[in-house]
């Protein structure tokens, strides 16, 4: 959204259900010196970095419970090689940010059993990424890390979960290391994986290994591999299938997405999705409406 003013944004006036919202995206191999500029960051808003700034403090200010993460990397941005946590770590202070959210996507991950366990190519660096940025950025900060839909997949009694995929397990090594006791919330991206796969499913298969809160992702646009469309009806009873999880929850991608189409039941927008799921999780404020 376009805006010359920081109440104007839309990150200024979500509502108070929410207990997350992740800016997307930054590069890790950011260049960052202070001073608000943004250019060399990954993060293309319409507005300068002191609006930013702004509209953090301004919802900080109407919600304080809710935390403001920077999400680093993404499906784009792949400079992990080259992590500048230092920069990060300096951008998220500057900008009055709680913590990031580390969305490692590899495009080569290279998963496959050995002895019963899931190796990857790039497991050591996963380890060192979240190692690195909690060092960075120390308890009160938040980390989190968005997990791969089949990351927790390909071994016991989720050794065979559909569907086949490069990135099966491809949490499973940081999850089961000490770095995870750096992570505050492990979200997963539980679409896009096409119509074998089972979102509860893999939530028990995070669960497995992964003990603090966790949140099933769910999608405002239509998966780009022809898999079923998250619809109010099937969202709900997705959501609500995990519930009896007292540390579960859910996370939406992305606020402001567009779905192509008139919106309805069944080609629900962002503000349909996000009432949803409150409401699903019997949240307070649910008619507080998403700008």
């Known amino acids: 959204m376009a805006a010359g003013r920081a109440e104007e944004t839309t990150l200024a006036r979500l509502p108070g259900y929410l207990t997350h919202v992740a800016l997307s995206f930054v590069k890790p191999d950011l260049i960052y010196q202070g001073g608000l500029d943004l250019s060399a960051t990954?993060?293309?808003?319409?507005?300068?970095?002191?609006?930013?700034?702004?509209?953090?403090?301004?919802?900080?200010?109407?919600?304080?419970q809710l935390?403001?993460?920077?999400?680093?990397?993404?499906?784009?941005?792949?400079?992990?090689?080259?992590?500048?946590?230092?920069?990060?770590?300096?951008?998220?202070?500057?900008?009055?940010?709680?913590?990031?959210?580390?969305?490692?996507?590899?495009?080569?991950p290279r998963c496959v059993p050995v002895d019963g366990r899931m190796r990857c190519a790039d497991d050591a660096l996963s380890i060192?990424?979240?190692?690195?940025?909690?060092?960075?950025?120390?308890?009160?900060?938040?980390?989190?890390?968005?997990?791969?839909?089949?990351?927790?997949y390909g071994e016991g009694a989720f050794a065979d979960a559909p569907p086949r995929s490069p990135w099966r397990g491809a949490m499973l090594a940081l999850l089961r290391s000490p770095a995870a006791e750096g992570l505050d919330l492990v979200s997963i991206m539980s679409y896009d994986a096409g119509p074998s796969y089972r979102p509860d499913?893999?939530?028990?298969?995070?669960?497995?290994?992964?003990?603090?809160?966790?949140?099933?992702?769910?999608?405002?646009?239509?998966?780009?591999?022809?898999?079923?469309?998250?619809?109010?009806?099937?969202?709900?009873?997705?959501?609500?299938?995990?519930?009896?999880?007292?540390?579960?929850?859910?996370?939406?991608?992305?606020?402001?997405?567009?779905?192509?189409?008139?919106?309805?039941?069944?080609?629900?927008?962002?503000r349909s999705l996000a009432t949803l799921i409150c409401v699903t999780l019997d949240k307070p404020g649910c008619d507080v409406p998403m700008p």
């Open 201 to 270: 499913q893999a939530f028990r298969a995070y669960r497995a290994i992964w003990k603090g809160p966790l949140a099933l992702g769910f999608a405002v646009l239509p998966p780009a591999n022809g898999g079923p469309r998250a619809t109010i009806e099937s969202t709900a009873a997705t959501l609500s299938a995990v519930l009896a999880d007292p540390k579960a929850g859910a996370m939406l991608y992305a606020l402001r997405d567009v779905p192509p189409g008139p919106p309805g039941p069944d080609n629900p927008d962002y």
């Open 42 to 64: 990954g993060l293309q808003y319409p507005y300068s970095g002191t609006v930013l700034k702004e509209a953090i403090a301004l919802l900080k200010a109407r919600q304080p």
């Open 67 to 108: 935390r403001v993460l920077l999400s680093v990397g993404g499906a784009t941005y792949h400079g992990w090689d080259r992590l500048d946590e230092a920069a990060l770590a300096r951008l998220v202070r500057d900008l009055g940010a709680d913590g990031v959210d580390i969305d490692f996507e590899p495009t080569d």
């Open 128 to 152: 060192d990424i979240a190692r690195r940025l909690r060092a960075a950025l120390p308890r009160p900060h938040v980390i989190s890390a968005a997990g791969w839909s089949v990351g927790a």
